[in-house]
Nanobody
Framework: QVQLVESGGGLVQAGGSLRLSCAASGRTFSRNTMGWFRQAPGKEREFVAA????????RYADSVKGRFTISRDNAKNTVSLQMNSLKPEDTAVYIC????????????????????WGQGTQVTVSS
């Protein structure tokens, strides 16, 4: 059974940092783009960051560019999201995902191309 399990969420004050991790099991995703999305109450799920299979391509939403960094460890089948300078508007459930394509040269940002999803981890940023 394929699973993506997120961890590292929590409550932090504005300006603080958190590091999210996503562990994959059931199959390897070393050939797939991995991404992070987030969903706030009453809002649609939105793209946050993605990294292609080799780590050579990363993409970020404009709202997090310069503050968040995505990375991956293919040997451990994990992907991480370092979040710095957090703002109250970053409050959401953060969800890890893996896309369907293999060996993509460019990280995929389109939500509909992701086939595997985790349950999410809550991030709350207080002002």
């Amino acid at each position: 059974q394929v699973q993506l399990v997120e961890s590292g969420g929590g409550l932090v004050q504005a300006g603080g940092s958190l590091r999210l991790s996503c562990a994959a099991s059931g199959r390897t995703f070393s050939r797939n783009t991995m991404g992070w999305f987030r969903q706030a109450p009453g809002k649609e799920r939105e793209f946050v960051a993605a990294i292609n299979w080799s780590g050579g391509s990363t993409r970020y939403a404009d709202s997090v560019k310069g503050r968040f960094t995505i990375s991956r460890d293919n040997a451990k089948n994990t992907v991480s999201l370092q979040m710095n300078s957090l703002k109250p508007e970053d409050t959401a459930v953060y969800i890890c995902a893996a896309d369907r394509s293999l060996y993509a040269g460019v990280a995929i940002t389109t939500r509909t191309l992701y086939d595997y999803w985790g349950q999410g981890t809550q991030v709350t940023v207080s002002s």
